[in-house]
């Protein structure tokens, strides 16, 4: 499979209609490309492991920007939205914890997880609170 039909591509059905998420999530789909193109290239497992490092950081930075977005909205779903975030913040830490500390792989199953998560996360559940914030 050739890598361009690998990459997470962005597009304005995406689009929450609040610029600064959606330069984050244009910033995380970035990372998973950058860590789709280490792991195509055969790179280093240190490259590998600083890209992850950084996603699972950006991720973490995101979802705290996030959340204080939707409080301010008064999001009736905050809390739910929230528990999503925590449980793909868990799973980040450990795929990054078992890629230093057990020297797993990243294989191309969790990149097709996390651009599967990342999609249907900006394209669904991210897509109520954009719904709720400025209602069409």
């Known amino acids: 499979e050739s890598l361009d039909k690998l990459l997470l591509s962005w ?10 998420m959606d330069q984050d999530h244009r910033q995380l ?9 280490a792991l195509h290239a055969g790179e280093v497992k240190g490259v590998i492991g600083d890209v992850l490092l950084e996603l699972l950081h950006y991720t973490e930075t995101h979802f705290r920007r996030e959340e204080r977005l939707m409080m301010d909205h008064a999001f009736p779903d905050l809390e ?4 999503e975030h925590q449980r793909m913040t868990e799973k980040l830490v450990e795929f990054e914890r078992m890629f230093r500390e057990e020297d797993v792989a990243l294989s ?5 997880f996390l651009q599967h998560w990342l999609v249907h996360h900006i394209q669904g559940v991210d897509q109520e609170y954009a719904r709720h914030i400025a209602p069409h």
């Open 11 to 20: 597009s304005e059905e995406m689009s929450v209609g609040v610029d600064a």
């Open 29 to 37: 789909m970035e990372l998973v490309n950058q860590l789709m193109r």
């Open 80 to 83: 739910s939205h929230k528990a």
């Open 108 to 112: 191309q199953d969790v990149l097709r």
